[in-house]
């Protein structure tokens, strides 16, 4: 898994970067037991 633009492309992801968007796409799912985020 590369990140494809910005000032890190071409490098793997955080761990917290990963959460974030794992926790966004289930927001955006609609599931309610989706963890907050920041």
Do not use: F, H
């Amino acid at each position: 898994l590369k990140i494809a633009t910005g000032k890190n492309a071409g490098k793997p992801p955080s761990v917290a970067s990963l959460y974030r968007a794992l926790a966004d796409a289930d927001r955006r799912d609609g599931r309610e037991d989706a963890a907050p985020v920041g």
